[in-house]
């Protein structure tokens, strides 16, 4: 399960000690073989360059996988700086390292432009790898690389406590309900071909998101990063947290076929998802399901969020 982002935080492996150790988990550790840290360039000497904000960001994902997948292999691979350039080296990285599950929860924020489709066919059209990414913490904006047709986007929920019955399709979900997160990044994109697995009626091309995990920060997670002066324990979120989230349970679902498309799954394993009938992301000019939740396929959240993992399995 490979990690990429950007600059180097030293704090990494003990950070992620105490995260494991109080939830219980099993030591994942360089000496045991279970976490594993390298440069872009597939070396062991960390990025000379350290940022505090990527360096939270840098924990929240190892902490989301050992949460979702508490037995999988992390491989974190640190590109030198924030460029696309160096993050998309780190990304072919993690392929060469031989990761079948590769989770990015970084976005471009300027925005869509004609070069991604020509960059997903270096970086992202290898069939048999589950790339995810975050759809962004922008509500209704499409972002890449999460857009790419090649990537499964990963959108955001937020999910609270079921007291009362909660009418339509989750209200068999006993103790908790989930809506679309105003800020899952969502909508019909400008320059990405539509995959063949998608048949949505108002996107021409590429509709973001596929899936969706938690992502509101005022419902989010706990991630433990001491790094820069950071307090330790926080509670966070963004599309950050559900992208590593769901490539964990890709890897729980097993291997990718050699010639699979694994972004194709969720759309032919539907009813394996919670099927998420409320909320909105952004303002919503267009008041349609390409920003907002309802039944049946939507931009926030997909086609849901997984009932366990055979949603994802090939």
Not at 109 to 129: K, M, R, S, W
Not at 179 to 192: D, E, L, T
């Amino acid at each position: 399960m490979a990690i990429v982002v950007a600059f180097d935080n030293p704090n990494a492996e003990s950070d992620l000690a105490v995260y494991r150790s109080t939830f219980g988990l099993p030591p994942c550790t360089t000496a045991n073989g279970c976490f594993r840290k390298i440069n872009q360039n597939g070396g062991t000497t960390p990025p000379a360059l350290t940022d505090p904000g990527w360096a939270s960001e840098t924990a929240l994902d190892i902490d989301m996988v050992s949460a979702a997948c508490p037995a999988c292999k992390i491989l974190l691979v640190e590109a030198n700086d924030d460029t696309f350039g160096n993050l998309l080296t780190a990304v072919a990285q993690a392929r060469t390292q031989g990761a079948k599950y590769i989770s990015m929860s970084w976005v471009d924020a300027n925005g869509e432009n004609n070069v991604q489709p020509v960059l997903d066919q270096i970086y992202f059209n290898h069939p048999g790898i589950a790339f995810v990414g975050g759809s962004g913490d922008v509500g209704g904006v499409v972002h890449w690389p999460a857009a790419s047709q090649y990537v499964t986007a990963a959108g955001g929920t937020s999910l609270r406590r079921n007291f009362l019955p909660v009418p339509g399709p989750q209200l068999l979900r006993l103790g908790w309900y989930e809506s679309a997160w105003q800020g899952s990044g969502s909508g019909c994109s400008q320059v990405q071909p539509k995959p063949a697995f998608q048949n949505d009626p108002l996107c021409p091309r590429r509709t973001s998101a596929d899936v969706s995990a938690v992502a509101d920060p005022a419902t989010g997670v706990a991630s433990y990063n001491t790094f820069g002066g950071a307090p330790g324990w926080a509670v966070t979120g963004g599309t950050s947290a559900s992208s590593p989230l769901i490539a964990s349970m890709y890897a729980l679902a097993g291997t990718p076929g050699p010639t699979d498309r694994p972004n194709s799954y969720p759309y032919a394993h539907r009813l394996n998802f919670w099927d998420i009938d409320r909320g909105v992301a952004g303002p919503c000019p267009s008041n349609t399901y390409l920003c907002r939740a309802v039944r049946g396929y939507d931009g926030p959240t997909g086609v849901g969020s997984p009932r366990g993992v055979f949603g994802l399995r090939p």
